[in-house]
């Protein structure tokens, strides 16, 4: 029922600004379906454009891609997670992101013989969620020196306060543990490419972009510091996502009446109401009851009541025209009073990247491929 319309020009727009903003290479974040937005069609678009490195999550995304872009260097964030990953990783040449000595060990085990296979690195340098702390660097770099087949590439750490920027001494204590994990290996002769910039660190702090930046949600049109700095509101990035779906009824609804589960919304007046083949099935989520606006050609309609499994109901009393078989927005739309994503996740309580991921699980169509 829902449509999901992925327009692969938006997408490749933002690549190229955020190509301008930084002098380091980027390494467009596709993990998640490139954010719901689907990760074969983005990241062949992109590589059409000159990408060549690619963050994946799992080690399967990681497969999946390569065997669509044979020549695209490919990371996998969460590194080997089963016994099949650490096999896998191997035969497909995917670089994995390592976070503990258990993955760094089951990756030496698995190489025999010649065969060698290049890695990132992933420290922990504040953010306390995954990665070596860089008190180990001289152990990791004693393990790689008795294990040559391991090729340790790419040194890598996540800020976790990039995007509020009453925290950018945060930030500056991440860079300043990260560099110094970086020299210790540096010392030690090691080649590597530097990686710490998300989209957020990307457009707010250039000190931090190091070799390779890691965009994810700004390629899609999102703008990471949208809840801290709304008025730095799009940099002019195109958002890529538009969602719709079906008008099924349109009926009248009188001052008194109750409507949805629970008949929790009770018209004030005489309405006209349309039901909306959308629910929470399709990841519209429930709490959205009572609290959301869908699009139809230039009128934002009121969510009336409970969103249910897979229908909602809106108030189209000011609509002149709207029938069953017509299409809503509930996120973009056409024209004026289109449905900006931040705005969805205000009103969802959550963020762009939920919103996205989520909608996203929905049947896709590319245009402007
Ligand atoms: C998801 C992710 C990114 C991208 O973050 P955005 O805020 O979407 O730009 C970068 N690095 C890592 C390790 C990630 O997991």
Redesign the pocket.
């Known amino acids: 029922m829902l449509k999901v319309i992925i327009d692969l020009d938006a997408i490749r727009h933002n690549y190229l600004f955020l190509r301008q903003k930084s002098a380091a290479e980027l390494m467009p974040?596709v993990?998640a379906d490139a954010?719901g937005h689907g990760l074969l069609k983005v990241s062949e678009a992109l590589f059409a454009l000159g990408a060549r490195f690619f963050?994946v999550?799992t080690v399967d995304e990681g497969v999946r891609l390569k065997k669509h872009l044979p020549e695209a260097e490919i990371c996998s964030?969460l590194g080997p997670l089963s016994a099949d990953d650490f096999k896998t990783l191997s035969a497909f040449s995917i670089i994995p992101?390592v976070h503990c000595w258990a993955q760094l060990k089951g990756l030496a085990a698995i190489l025999s013989g010649a065969r060698q296979l290049e890695i990132g690195i992933?420290f922990d340098t504040g953010m306390n969620r995954l990665g070596f702390k860089p008190e180990v660097s001289r152990q990791l770099i004693e393990f790689f020196r008795s294990n040559q087949a391991l090729i340790p590439r790419i040194m890598?750490s996540?800020l976790a306060c990039?995007?509020i920027p009453a925290m950018n001494d945060v930030v500056r204590a991440q860079l300043n543990s990260f560099n110094s994990a970086c020299e210790v290996f540096h010392q030690a002769g090691f080649k590597f490419r530097r990686?710490l910039?998300?989209?957020?660190a990307?457009l707010h702090h250039p000190h931090t972009h190091g070799d390779l930046v890691?965009?994810?949600?700004?390629?899609y049109g999102?703008n990471?510091v949208a809840r801290t700095l709304p008025q730095d509101k799009n940099w002019g990035l195109r958002q890529a996502m538009k969602v719709s779906a079906p008008v099924l009824s349109v009926h009248n609804l009188a001052r008194g009446q109750g409507i949805s589960y629970g008949l929790g919304f009770v018209a004030p007046r005489d309405m006209s109401v349309a039901i909306i083949g959308c629910g929470y099935a399709d990841n519209y989520s429930r709490s959205l009851s009572n609290r959301s606006w869908m699009l139809f050609e230039g009128h934002r309609l009121p969510i009336l009541g409970r969103v249910c499994m897979q229908l909602s109901a809106v108030d189209v009393s000011f609509v002149s025209r709207i029938d069953h078989g017509d299409r809503v927005f509930l996120l973009g739309g056409e024209g004026a009073g289109d449905i900006d994503v931040h705005e969805l996740a205000g009103w969802w309580k959550t963020v762009s990247?939920e919103v996205l991921c989520l909608l996203g699980k929905n049947e896709r169509i590319f245009i402007n491929c």
Not at 197 to 200: G, I, K, R, V, Y
Not at 214 to 219: K, N, S, V
């Open positions: 974040v993990k954010y963050a999550g964030l992101f992933k890598s996540h990039a995007d990686s910039a998300n989209s957020a990307l890691r965009p994810g949600i700004a390629l999102g990471p990247y």
